[in-house]
T-cell receptor
Framework: KAGVTQTPRYLIKTRGQQVTLSCSPISGHRSVSWYQQTPGQGLQFLFEYFSETQRNKGNFPGRFSGRQFSNSRSEMNVSTLELGDSALYLC????????????FGPGTRLTVT | GESVGLHLPTLSVQEGDNSIINCAYSNSASDYFIWYKQESGKGPQFIID?????DKRQGQRVTVLLNKTVKHLSLQIAATQPGDSAVYFCAETASNDYKLSFGAGTTVTVRA
């Protein structure tokens, strides 16, 4: 089985712009979660989707949003980018959710200048 | 009281020795725990998991111990190899929480 794929792998944006990141889960997995990883804050939960429904959301401002499509692929969007949004954004997929094995993609490295 | 291993941000281990990585979790309601390994430039890789109805689980060269009384989790790696050099994270979740909460991570360096 192919693993979790994320596109793009690297991205450079300017403050004030917006960005959309994409995640394709492992085939058959219906749960997709997003995490932000920074040296200072570590791995922090952004949101989780299952069958196109958001089941949980982390403590991030409304500039961070996401969605899931009927084929389980997911996107996250960050509007009005700030320097502090520079991070590695990780997507993880699971058959049912966080209480089952979650497999992570390689991440998208976002740099905001 | 019982002695609980401290979380260390870094661990240096001689090749061939056993490694022990400690983690304290915060949520008493957590019932599923996972250890991940993250190598440079990659996403976290699943190592082993354990549910709260168990106190020990073994995999290939790895063992996870869970002490719910003191909310402590540990990962033991037997016969540590150079390929084990990475950052190790523990994560916890509760049923119907739909999110993982991660620990700070321990950087393991294996000395040849």
């Amino acid at each position: 089985k192919a693993g979790v794929t994320q596109t793009p792998r690297y991205l450079i944006k300017t403050r004030g712009q917006q960005v959309t990141l994409s995640c394709s889960p492992i085939s058959g997995h219906r749960s997709v979660s997003w995490y932000q990883q920074t040296p200072g804050q570590g791995l922090q939960f952004l949101f989780e989707y299952f069958s196109e429904t958001q089941r949980n959301k982390g403590n991030f401002p409304g500039r961070f949003s996401g969605r899931q499509f009927s084929n389980s692929r997911s996107e996250m969007n960050v509007s009005t980018l700030e320097l502090g949004d520079s991070a590695l954004y990780l997507c993880a997929s699971s058959f049912r959710g966080s209480s089952y094995e979650q497999y992570f993609g390689p991440g998208t490295r976002l740099t905001v200048t | 009281g019982e002695s609980v291993g401290l979380h260390l941000p870094t661990l240096s281990v001689q090749e061939g020795d056993n490694s022990i990585i400690n983690c304290a979790y915060s949520n008493s309601a957590s019932d599923y725990f996972i250890w991940y390994k993250q190598e440079s430039g990659k996403g976290p890789q699943f190592i082993i998991d354990i549910r709260s109805n168990m106190d020990k689980r073994q995999g290939q060269r790895v063992t996870v111990l869970l002490n719910k009384t003191v909310k402590h989790l540990s990962l033991q790696i037997a016969a540590t190899q150079p390929g084990d050099s990475a950052v190790y994270f523990c994560a916890e979740t509760a049923s119907n929480d739909y999110k993982l909460s991660f620990g700070a991570g321990t950087t393991v360096t294996v000395r040849a």
